[in-house]
């Protein structure tokens, strides 16, 4: 998740005739964006050294199905269909940028963590193919974190209440089906470890 540095500079102008305004106060903006990153240090050379070439795979599939009325995912399996899915290892500074996503991230609260610019150029990456399959080939043993983001949309119908009539039964309601789509994005990851030379990993990145 690189982060695209903008510089917001703020010109103020001072009327002569107009005193009051040095009194004024810009008001706090509700949607006020906040930033974190890990404080310890990236090790440059361990990444680049769990990134050379070793004789292992990773083989895998990304999917996501459509969440239910409760919240839940259920039904079929939407598959990721040529999306990007990056892969990074897991050095002592990812494992502290993990942790602090999960204490202080929050899309709701516009709260959002990121990895360092450095850190992210530490990245291998594999497009899946229309049946969300990808793979990761020549990787050393380690513990690697893969992720992408996979964007679908959810058709469904719902009856619009269109008016009331009366009868010699009572008051009768009328409604009309009609259809609705709603866009999603899921952000599908998940941790893997290649534990020794040659193997082939399977995994299920949802």
């Known amino acids: 998740m690189k982060l695209k540095k903008y510089v917001l500079t703020l010109f103020y ?3 002569a005739t107009a005193i009051v305004s040095a009194q004024y106060k810009e008001p706090e903006k509700k949607d006020k964006v906040e930033i974190f990153r890990p404080e310890i240090a990236f090790d440059s050379l361990q990444a680049k050294k769990m990134l050379a070439k070793g004789t292992g795979t990773i083989k895998g599939v ?11 995912k259920a039904g079929q399996r939407i598959y990721a269909n040529k999306i990007k899915v990056t ?5 002592p500074y990812f494992e502290a940028w993990y942790q602090l996503r999960k204490d202080k991230e929050s899309l709701r609260r516009r709260r959002y963590v990121y ?3 450095q850190a992210y150029r530490y990245r ?18 380690g513990k690697y974190f ?3 983001v996979l964007g679908y949309t959810h058709y469904g119908t719902y009856n619009q209440y269109t008016g009331s009539g009366y009868n010699g039964y009572g008051q009768t309601d009328y409604y009309q089906q009609k259809n609705y789509s709603v866009d999603h994005e899921d ?12 193997e082939i990993v399977k995994i299920k990145l949802h």
Do not use: H
């Open 187 to 198: 952000r599908i990851e998940e941790f893997v470890e290649v534990k020794e030379n040659g």
């Open 146 to 148: 893969l992720q992408g």
């Open 62 to 72: 990304a999917f996501t199905k459509a969440k239910n009325n409760m919240g839940f």
């Open 115 to 117: 990895l360092s610019d």
């Open 124 to 141: 291998l990456e594999a497009i899946t193919n229309s049946d969300g399959e990808f793979t990761f080939p020549e990787m050393k043993p």
């Open 13 to 15: 102008v001072v009327s």
């Open 87 to 91: 892969l990074f290892p897991v050095t």
